[in-house]
């Protein structure tokens, strides 16, 4: 059996050194993931890891979870946000559960609208908590924010069975996080389906800048995705002041705040992500 050792700490900033370690053992016929007892993830690192694993899982390839410490914050803190029982792994629990009271938005399997639409009504519960001053109308636009990143896994990544989302707050950090990740076909394959798209597309770099334009769709029948998700994702980020990342393929694009108070995408490249991932990383008001 390989073995998967996990670093101490995983987020956006550091979840490509951690794709190529992936990368190594993705085709392992049995894999076994060691979660150290010192760690500390955020929802990005959580729900690209647990897309991986069900991407294994829909391939036929064992993978288990160990840990030494069973006790420890992160094993708790994966069982408490549904990690497991997402992915259809039961673990005993050494601890008494309470409700989220808005500290986080449980990790979630995509596989259908209706699972998105209730994640997305779970997510704006989520930002009303933390965001209790955000006014009518950003407020209505990242609800929609968050179907539409729900809905473009089921109906674009090609499988959603290995689509979540997940939410977190860390009121130490005075920040929250909002994340998405799949293992479907990526933005250059889906965006490749819309017949005046086809054959424009040459790298995922392009892809990822052609997504965040307004009525981009991968699919050219405008009554079934108006194609405004990732582009209203990006107003959102802006009016948050958040760091936005998006990737697929072998390229991520991070926006973010630059000298001056203004606004900068940046595209990089990362090593070879099938399917997507999204991050918001935003500031929680003082």
Not at 3 to 25: C, G, I
Not at 93 to 111: I, T
Not at 116 to 127: P, V, Y
Not at 231 to 255: E, P, Q, T
């Amino acid at each position: 059996m390989d073995r998967l050792q996990l670093p101490a700490s995983l987020d956006a900033s550091t979840l490509s050194e951690w794709t190529s370690a992936w990368v190594a053992v993705d085709e392992a016929v049995s894999l076994a993931i060691h979660v150290p007892g010192n760690a500390f993830y955020r929802p990005i690192a959580l729900a690209a890891l647990a897309a991986c694993v069900a991407d294994r899982v829909d391939r036929g390839l064992p993978t288990l979870f160990e840990t030494d410490d069973p006790g420890s914050n992160v094993w708790r803190y994966m069982q408490r946000i549904d990690f497991f029982g997402a992915l259809g792994i039961e673990l005993p629990e050494s601890f008494e559960r309470h409700p989220p009271d808005g500290r986080f938005a449980p990790l979630v399997r995509l596989r259908d609208l209706s699972t998105a639409r209730r994640h997305a009504d779970a997510l704006s519960e989520f930002l009303e908590s933390q965001l209790p001053t955000l006014a009518p109308s950003p407020a209505r636009m990242a609800r929609f924010v968050m179907e539409e990143l729900g809905a473009n896994i089921v109906q674009h990544s090609a499988r959603p069975q290995t689509g979540f989302g997940l939410a977190q707050a860390f009121p130490k950090l005075g920040r929250f996080e909002l994340a998405f990740a799949d293992r479907g076909v990526g933005f250059a394959a889906s965006l490749q389906r819309n017949p005046e798209l086809a054959g424009r597309i040459h790298s995922d770099a392009e892809a990822l800048q052609i997504a965040l334009a307004p009525g981009v769709s991968g699919v050219g029948d405008p009554r079934r995705n108006m194609g405004f998700g990732l582009k209203l994702l990006s107003s959102f980020s802006d009016h948050l002041g958040a760091d936005l990342w998006i990737a697929s393929g072998d390229s991520v694009l991070h926006r973010r705040n630059s000298v001056g108070s203004g606004r900068m995408s940046t595209v990089l490249a990362t090593p070879r992500w099938r399917g997507t991932w999204v991050c918001l990383d935003a500031p929680i008001p003082q």
